[in-house]
T-cell receptor, first 115, second 113 residues
Framework: AQKVTQAQTEISVVEKEDVTLDCVYE???????LFWYKQPPSGELVFLIR??????QNEISGRYSWNFQKSTSSFNFTITASQVVDSAVYFC????????????FGQGTRLTINP | GAVVSQHPSRVICKSGTSVKIECRSL??????MFWYRQFPKQSLMLMAT?????????EQGVEKDKFLINHASLTLSTLTVTSAHPEDSSFYIC?????????FGSGTRLTVV
């Protein structure tokens, strides 16, 4: 069975600080996908990134960056120079490959950026 | 991009009544639709997987007679909460995977009073 753990339940930082959200996953499969989603107070899920298990390159998108390390089964997410608009709940998730597969979500990290 | 339209976004119903939630894939065909439930300050938990033209597969602990799922066409899946009770109050969200990533509906916040 697959499992995703986000140990940080809540994080609160001051605007412009950098913040890293941790994600650790478990799966016995060699082919899988990892995701990060943002859930603002309105509830919808905003897709941030998808990474397949064969691609360990780090990715940067503006102020967002992701560090994927298969050796430690981690897929961490860093926000640089945080802004108040980054305040939301962030979910890490995993799916297996092949056909339509369900997403297994972590518990989520509630990020609060204070002005 | 692929869009899943979910309605209603918010519903308040009386205890004992039934509520239907619809998810439509607008620009792609959704052979499979996933239904998740999210209680306040908790994560999303998969309730069931619906496949067009066949019976839904429910996760352990989800009452299939209470949460009726119909996926009669490639663009429409519905979740009906029957005889709703206050403990069914939650955020329900559907998701499909149009080949290149998951797309989610905007969610339905159900409140049973």
């Amino acid at each position: 069975a697959q499992k995703v753990t986000q140990a940080q339940t809540e994080i609160s930082v001051v605007e412009k600080e950098d913040v890293t959200l941790d994600c650790v996953y478990e799966t016995r499969d060699t082919t899988y996908y990892l995701f990060w989603y943002k859930q603002p107070p309105s509830g919808e899920l905003v897709f941030l990134i998808r990474r397949n298990s064969f691609d360990e390159q780090n990715e940067i998108s503006g102020r967002y960056s992701w560090n994927f390390q298969k050796s430690t089964s981690s897929f961490n997410f860093t926000i640089t120079a945080s802004q108040v608009v980054d305040s939301a709940v962030y979910f890490c998730a995993l799916s297996l490959s092949g056909g339509a597969q369900k997403l297994v979500f972590g518990q989520g990290t509630r990020l609060t950026i204070n002005p | 991009g692929a869009v899943v339209s979910q309605h209603p976004s918010r519903v308040i119903c009386k205890s004992g009544t039934s509520v239907k939630i619809e998810c439509r894939s607008l620009d792609f065909q959704a052979t499979t639709m996933f239904w998740y439930r999210q209680f306040p300050k908790q994560s999303l938990m998969l309730m069931a997987t619906s496949n067009e033209g066949s019976k839904a597969t429910y996760e352990q602990g989800v009452e299939k007679d209470k949460f009726l799922i119909n996926h009669a066409s490639l663009t429409l899946s519905t979740l009906t909460v029957t005889s709703a009770h206050p403990e069914d109050s939650s955020f329900y969200i559907c998701s499909a995977e149009p080949n290149y990533g998951y797309t989610f509906g905007s969610g339905t916040r159900l409140t049973v009073v």
